[in-house]
């Protein structure tokens, strides 16, 4: 056998497999105890991005707004959230109402939280237990509580998502067992309805309620 042919046969090869699976392994936790724990790693890994904006109270509307948009981008699964949604209406739209839907959406998103943003101030965050369910998400528990007692805590549920061959996401958020994308889809699917089932009715309200932000 030639020479190179050897090099690639013990060499190459092998060192190209065990590439791949660490990849792998470093993309989608094996057991379930190694899913809990990568989802809680997530949920901590925004929360300490939050925390350091916080200490940046000064920061001007365009930085802030620039920080929040990386924040979504980093640690939620923007793409599945946005199908998601939209309810059954995501298969009919076209490709280009669908692009045009995830960066109206996301400016919204971005927006919303902009503009609540300093409500976070003063609380403290307590993770909780992580519950797998299914193949792809895990629960992460929490709380939030307000260091001045002048608010309530607020229990959170974190719907982490860990699918095969995909990075630990973020996918829903639900405050006091209220899903706010449930809540998102039940909206977003009213006003297609009421449209007769278009999908750019959708697409016009939220850039109006974007240009109300």
């Not at 993770?127 to 309530?152: E, H, L, M, Q």
Request: charged letters at 20%; hydrophobic letters at 45%; proline letters at 5%.
């Amino acid at each position: 056998m030639p020479l190179y042919r050897t090099l690639i046969n013990r060499t190459l090869i092998p060192c190209l497999v065990s590439a791949m699976a660490l990849l792998a392994a470093a993309m989608l936790p094996a057991s379930a105890s190694d899913r809990q724990s990568a989802a809680i790693t997530a949920v901590g890994s925004l929360i300490s991005d939050v925390e350091a904006m916080l200490e940046t109270p000064d920061a001007d509307r365009d930085t802030r707004h620039g920080a929040i948009t990386a924040l979504l981008d980093t640690h939620f699964a923007m793409d599945s959230i946005a199908a998601f949604s939209t309810g059954p209406y995501w298969r009919a739209a076209t490709p280009d109402e669908r692009e045009t839907y995830k960066s109206v959406f996301r400016d919204v998103l971005v927006g919303t939280i902009l503009n609540n943003f300093d409500q976070l101030n003063g609380l403290t965050y307590t993770p909780g237990k992580a519950t797998p369910k299914g193949d792809k998400f895990v629960i992460v528990s929490g709380k939030f509580t307000d260091v001045t007692g002048a608010r309530p805590p607020v229990a959170v549920n974190w719907r982490v998502l860990t699918r095969t061959g995909k990075p630990v996401q973020l996918f829903d958020i639900e405050i006091e067992n209220l899903s706010l994308l449930v809540t998102q889809r039940q909206e977003n699917v009213a006003v297609i309805r009421k449209n007769k089932g278009q999908f750019g009715a959708l697409i016009t309200a939220m850039q109006t309620r974007l240009s109300t932000q």
